[in-house]
């Protein structure tokens, strides 16, 4: 991916922020970013803490891998992190096709409604069609209502619902 610029307005003023690949200087900004990920609340049975750990760690991971089957772009502002993508390869279950899959998503509170999610979900998608994915899906708690809508504003539709019933007491 090649770097993109793009001018975004936040308190009425006009704002250059640059959409690009994740770059070693990147590495902790972004992950202290991905602990945001779980920040909606997520249903009772599960532990946030929990999240927060295992988003840090796929992300890292995901880093240090690297290669052609993934992709990390950050959201820069003034050189801080204000966002970032991860999309990875994944098969279908069905069809046993390759398709893209935005693994994480996330933008910085202080920057969520200036339209920073909506244009790296572009960027997303522009990966995996330059790929010949078949599809871009994603996984998202129905109680990210936020998340949700900005999903359903880019053309997502649900495919396959998972239903959980905790067995533990304590959950």
Same mark, same amino acid.
């Given at each position: 991916?090649?770097?993109? +610029?793009? /001018?975004?307005? &936040?308190?009425? *003023? #006009? %704002?250059?922020?640059?959409?690009? =690949?994740?770059?070693?200087?990147? +590495?902790? /900004?972004?992950? &202290?970013?991905? *602990? #945001? %990920?779980?920040?909606?609340?997520? =249903?009772?049975?599960?532990?946030?803490?929990?999240?927060?750990?295992?988003?840090?760690?796929?992300?890292?991971?995901?880093?240090?891998?690297?290669?052609?089957?993934?992709?990390?772009?950050?959201?820069?502002?003034?050189?801080?992190?204000?966002?970032?993508?991860?999309?990875?390869?994944?098969?279908?279950?069905?069809?046993?096709?390759?398709?893209?899959?935005?693994?994480?998503?996330?933008?910085?509170?202080?920057?969520?409604?200036?339209?920073?999610?909506?244009?790296?979900?572009?960027?997303?998608?522009?990966?995996?069609?330059?790929?010949?994915?078949?599809?871009?899906?994603?996984?998202?708690?129905?109680?990210?209502?936020?998340?949700?809508?900005?999903?359903?504003?880019?053309?997502?539709?649900?495919?396959?619902?998972?239903?959980?019933?905790?067995?533990?007491?304590?959950?």
């Amino acid at each position: 991916m090649t770097p993109q +610029t793009h /001018a975004i307005e &936040r308190d009425g *003023e #006009r %704002i250059d922020m640059q959409l690009r =690949p994740l770059e070693p200087r990147d +590495t902790e /900004a972004a992950l &202290r970013l991905a *602990e #945001r %990920i779980s920040s909606f609340g997520p =249903p009772p049975w599960r532990d946030a803490d929990q999240l927060r750990r295992v988003d840090r760690d796929t992300l890292r991971r995901a880093m240090e891998e690297g290669g052609e089957h993934r992709v990390i772009v950050v959201a820069v502002v003034d050189a801080q992190v204000i966002g970032l993508m991860h999309v990875t390869c994944l098969e279908d279950y069905y069809t046993r096709r390759r398709n893209a899959h935005v693994a994480d998503l996330v933008v910085d509170a202080a920057w969520s409604g200036h339209g920073i999610g909506s244009l790296l979900m572009q960027q997303a998608e522009a990966w995996a069609r330059a790929r010949g994915d078949d599809w871009l899906s994603l996984s998202v708690f129905p109680q990210n209502e936020g998340a949700v809508r900005l999903y359903e504003r880019s053309g997502f539709q649900p495919d396959i619902a998972r239903y959980v019933k905790p067995l533990k007491p304590d959950t």
